[in-house]
């Protein structure tokens, strides 16, 4: 899967949680422009779990502070399983 | 100021100079029930230890929910007790239990234990409550 693709499709699972699609970009910080508090970004982040068929370990959430890093984890993880799947 | 802050306000001028860290969290009972419901078994988990979900079982649904609301809101408001020592805290670092007497007991772990130990604080008191369909719990570190 393209990074956009992987961009694309994050953006879509958070306008699926309830996150307008025209705010959303890499650069855009989750709580000061947002809005999102910490049980939303929970939701957010198991949503991208269910969705991409990833784990994303419970210690990451903390560092999430802009679109951008929840791309970059979620594209992280899905290449390191496919390294791993070879 | 609104009458409740008013009265926080009052009763942290009037607490022992002990108090070393306050934090507040609110909780909209619904919305997180609505969440839980969506995401089920694997947001429970994220946001609750084992012994929480035993805690909050039982009851009507209503009540399972404020009950599980009550404990997120109290989980919050232990972080912000720790200030910028609680920055990276994840939910299960702290567990809301019960005290024998009904009292809410948060224990802390992980990195909320060494957040609390970075701090130097002694203890943690918390209280919950809920009204007009909000969670909303106070924690107050010594």
């Known amino acids: ?86 | 100021m609104s009458a409740a802050e008013a009265l926080i306000a009052e009763a942290l001028l009037n607490a022992p100079a002990t108090v070393r860290g306050v934090g507040i969290d609110v909780v909209d009972v619904q919305r997180l029930r609505a969440m839980l419901e969506r995401r089920g078994r694997p947001l429970y988990d994220r946001l609750f230890t084992p012994a929480e979900l035993v805690l909050c079982e039982g009851g009507s649904p209503r009540h399972r929910a404020n009950r599980l609301a009550g404990r997120i809101a109290a989980k919050e408001a232990v972080r912000k007790s720790l200030g910028a020592h609680g920055q990276g805290c994840g939910w299960l670092d702290v567990e809301i239990g019960r005290a024998e007497s009904g009292q809410p007991l948060p224990r802390v772990s992980g990195r909320a234990e060494e957040a609390f130990r970075r701090a130097s604080f002694t203890g943690l008191h918390l209280s919950i409550t809920h009204e007009a369909g909000l969670a909303l719990a106070i924690a107050l570190a010594v």
């Open chain 1, 1 to 86: 899967m393209g990074a956009m693709d992987v961009r694309e499709q994050v953006f879509a699972v958070m306008r699926g949680v309830g996150f307008d699609g025209d705010e959303l970009a890499d650069g855009k910080r989750l709580a000061e422009d947002l809005d999102i508090d910490s049980t939303e970004l929970v939701e957010i982040v198991v949503a991208l779990e269910q969705h991409f068929d990833i784990t994303v370990d419970a210690d990451a959430e903390g560092g999430f502070t802009t679109v951008g890093d929840l791309v970059g984890c979620v594209g992280r993880l899905l290449s390191a399983g496919s390294a791993a799947r070879g």
